[in-house]
Each structure stands twice: as structure tokens, then as C-alpha cells.
């Protein structure tokens, strides 16, 4: 038995238009486009509070980094490593940027054993840096033309009544006086007894001091700026030699 009313036909339903299915698809597209939006605008938000900068839609540029790979200060190549206080300062500046702290700490020592060296160089120079006339002798006497020790004392590289050290060549040696006397080979010592232990054991006062070890002898004979020279050239050489063959992009990445 046939049904009816709106099954009349077969029990099938008459189909009827939805006026409200286009609007209503329109409105949720709308708002999908809104929450798309301000999902952005929360991610760029969040990225400008941490110090990302932002990031733009689209292919990345031939041969540009990422933004988020960009640094400010690139790690030194092997030749630039070598360049006293430039080198090693800059090495310094991008360990810091890699929150390498320790890194950052012995290449600012390496950078100011450069600036000790530096500046005795130009202190020399400043004082006259060599004796070219002679005589060369360290000890002349009072009538004679003023000898190596007087004219260290004028031109200031020794203080009246400080002992002078021949710390590299020794005074004793058969290197020609015009060389082993000049400024860069005397260290000015703290005083008699400190240059006497240098020699070996010395008495003042009564009391008998052993001579200094080998150690204490390299401390206390070698010269501020010989000692900063050390260090500066392994820690540049060093430092070359751990850049050489690097890819220029490896040193602008940051780590």
C-alpha cells in the first residue's frame, strides 16, 4: 500500500532547495580566514618578543640564509685570525654570540696579551727603540761617550740604580755587544736581590737565598712583552690552524 503525503511518490522525499547553504558556507570561510589571521599575528607576537625576526612567505633567495641562521659577528677565517688584537677580538665578539662563554673569555685574554704586546712596541719605539751609535759596551768609563747601561737609563728603559738582566742573550755569551745590549734583550730586574738569583744563589742581609728554579727563572727574566708574545703567537697560530680549510659559511652560521 502506497504511503502518503510527502511519500507519496514512492516513499521517496521531495527534494527542496537549501537558501541558506551558500550564506552559510560564505560565513564559515570568513571566519576561518579570521582565525588564520590572528593565528599569525600571534605566532609574529610571540616571535618579536623572543628576538626572532620574522619570517616572510615565498622561496628563499639564491644562495641567502635562513633569517634565523644570520649572525652579527662571523667567526675569523685562518688569515684574519692572525691579525693581533682584530682576530681575536672578533673571535671573542661571535664566541659571545654563540653563548660560548669560556671561548669568549681566553680570546679576550688572547686579545689583551695583543695590547700588552702592542703597546710595549710602540713605548720602545717611543723611547728610541734601538742604540744605532756606539759605543755598545755595557759598562764605559765616566769620561768616555755614555756605554749601553747609561744611555738605557736616559732613554728610560731603566730606572736609576735598577740592575739590568740580560735575559735572552746572555752578557756572557759571544753574541757582538752592539746586539746582545740592545733595549728588547735587557729586562730592568726589582732590585739586587732579584737579579742575583737569577744567576744563582745570592746573600743579602745575612741570609742566603737559593737561586730561582727553572720556572720562577722564566717568570721573573722574561720581559711583560716576551711573555705576551708567547701567548699571542700560539693563540693565533692556533687559532689558524683550527680555521684553515673552513667553509666561508660555516664561520657566518650561527651555532
Avoid at 660560548?100 to 710595549?120: H, M, R, W
Avoid at 738605557?152 to 731603566?158: C, K, R
Avoid at 755587544?177 to 737579579?195: A, C
Amino acid at each position: 500500500m502506497a504511503g502518503s503525503g510527502s511519500y507519496a511518490r514512492g516513499d521517496q522525499p521531495r527534494p527542496v532547495p537549501d537558501k541558506l547553504k551558500g550564506p552559510y558556507e560564505e560565513v564559515v570561510r570568513r571566519q576561518q580566514a579570521i582565525n588564520a589571521q590572528q593565528a599569525t599575528s600571534e605566532a609574529q607576537r610571540r616571535a618579536a618578543a623572543a628576538g626572532v625576526p620574522p619570517t616572510l612567505s615565498g622561496p628563499p633567495m639564491q644562495g641567502a640564509q635562513p633569517p634565523s641562521d644570520r649572525r652579527k659577528f662571523d667567526h675569523p677565517g685562518a688569515l684574519e685570525s692572525m691579525i693581533p688584537i682584530w682576530g681575536s677580538g672578533k673571535e671573542a665578539l661571535a664566541d659571545l654570540e654563540d653563548r660560548n662563554y669560556s671561548g669568549a673569555a681566553v680570546n679576550a685574554a688572547l686579545a689583551a696579551s695583543d695590547v700588552v704586546l702592542a703597546k710595549a712596541i710602540l713605548t720602545g719605539l717611543a723611547k728610541g727603540g734601538l742604540k744605532l751609535a756606539g759605543p755598545h759596551a755595557w759598562r764605559t768609563a765616566p769620561w768616555e761617550e755614555p756605554g749601553m747601561r747609561k744611555w738605557l737609563g736616559q732613554q728610560g728603559f731603566l730606572k736609576p740604580g735598577q740592575p739590568g738582566h740580560h735575559w735572552l742573550l746572555k752578557q756572557s755569551s759571544n753574541a757582538p755587544d752592539w746586539l746582545k745590549n740592545q733595549p728588547p734583550f735587557i729586562k730592568g730586574t726589582r732590585g739586587n736581590l732579584d737579579h742575583g738569583r737569577m744567576h744563582g744563589p745570592y746573600t743579602q742581609g745575612g741570609v742566603r737565598y737559593p737561586p730561582y728554579n727553572p720556572a720562577e727563572l722564566l717568570w721573573h727574566e722574561t720581559p711583560q712583552w716576551a711573555k705576551a708574545a708567547y701567548v699571542s703567537s700560539a693563540g693565533h697560530s692556533g687559532m689558524a690552524v683550527g680555521r684553515a680549510g673552513a667553509d666561508e659559511t660555516e664561520l657566518e652560521r650561527r651555532r
